[in-house]
């Protein structure tokens, strides 16, 4: 053993830096570090620091343990399904996902119900469109005929034809406000019929 | 044997009680309805569907101690204001003096609304059916079937709190929709509304009261009468077809008035036309041509054409 040696192992005891090279040769031999730990100890009883905090042999202590130590092999083998599962079993009695499982439930039911209406109206839509039964017949203009002329019109007389069939309309139209005339002064012509039977009575306000 | 008949009887009374309750309850609504087109203060607007022709009214009614007016004001350009005052009917004209004549309703309204309970009860059976939702509101349906056959359904929907009548549809021999009066709007207040107070108080003309019924000394004769029709008699006269005009019969059911006018031969071809509800028949032979014009099926109004003598 030199006394160079002996230099570094000093210093490093007093917290100096270590080299590379002297931190690989301290590694790699049991005597440096025997020699290390007997100017710790050194330093120790200097320093009045009667009591060490651990027992000398810890270090030993600890490497027999790890020797003891069976190996432990991680592999994949668990299925992906699995593993979600024991995800799932672990997050289920986590208390965050509660709530969120309780939307889902919720969610889940509205969609049934959203769905579930649509499927129910389906069927009900023929009763929104007009029934023909509540349909007002399609009439253009005044009125239409809804019987047709039996007698066949040939071509030369068409356009006299449509005149005459204007000239009628005019006339229809003339005795259908002479109907709704009739039906205006109706109650009044009843009341006069009834005033000369029942003899002249007082004028109304 | 005795047992079964019992209990045979007992069905059919409780069925017969049962249709006979419902026969009261439709009553019951109609009486509602013609309560609230009479004694209600409303503003409300209407539309008139005849195919594809659109009629739209405004209509307002009010009442104070002792005296009712109803106003009726088309929203189309082509129309004429009438106003109601008690029993007199202004129709006011824009380029001549008002017209007035004595009624107790306005005859542009449905007539269902305001003729005599026991008038209708002669020709409908009325029945209360399902309620539904219109216009927001909450709609009870009462159907008015013909008790005889030719004469036009209605179908009333009511306004379920007030009974005011929300749509009245009026339907075919079978069940077809010819006309549709429909609200579409409709405001009840506990006042006046104030233009009619302003009506109320407005001078107008007094009605012309020599319009006397002319007698039309008739070549013609009618030998037959549809069901429940009876003609009117003296009907008024008609001086602007007074020329052309040979004869002429006024027929009234209490609801429904049907004309017949018999006029000199065009030689155009039997057609029928149909003006929302109302049946216009044209029958021609060689002399007489005879037109029928009312609310009646084309077939009633052919044969009362033929019955033309």
Redesign the interface.
Known sequence: MSLENQDWLSAASDNQPLSKAQLDSLLSSAQLQQTLERYQMLGAVLRHETQSPLPASFADDVAAALQNEPTYQLTNSQSWFSRIKNGVAQAANGRWLQPVAQGAVAAGVALIAVLGVQQYQQPGEEMLTPQPMLQTQPIAGFATPVSLSQTTVSDRFAEQEQQAMLEQQKRLQALLNAHRQQVRVMEQAQQAKQQNNDGPKPNEP | MMRTSGVCSAIVLMLLSALAQAEQVGWQLFDKVQYAVKHYNFDTSFVV?????VDTYRWLHGQTAGQEIEHLIPLDTSGVDILRR????Y?LLTDRPAFV????HI?ELPALLFEDKDTIRQLYNAVAGSSSVMSGRSAQLLRLTAKQGGRYHYWLWLDAQTGFPLRI?TLSDN??????WLVTHMQISPELPENLRALMAADLP??ADN???AAFNSSHQLTWLPEGYQP?????S?P??EGSLLSYW?L?DGLH?V?V?VQNS?R?????????A?T?Y?QTNAQLEV?V??PVS?DTARQLAAAVR
């Open positions: 569907l005849k195919g594809s022709k008690d029993a007199l009917v129709y004549t004595r009624a107790s005859p549809d069940q077809n929709a010819l006309e549709r007094q009605p319009s006397v019924a009117v008699a003296e009907p008024a008609i602007q077809l006024l009234s008035q004309s006018f065009q155009l071809p039997t057609q029928a036309y149909r003006d929302g109302t216009i044209v037109t014009i009312g084309i």
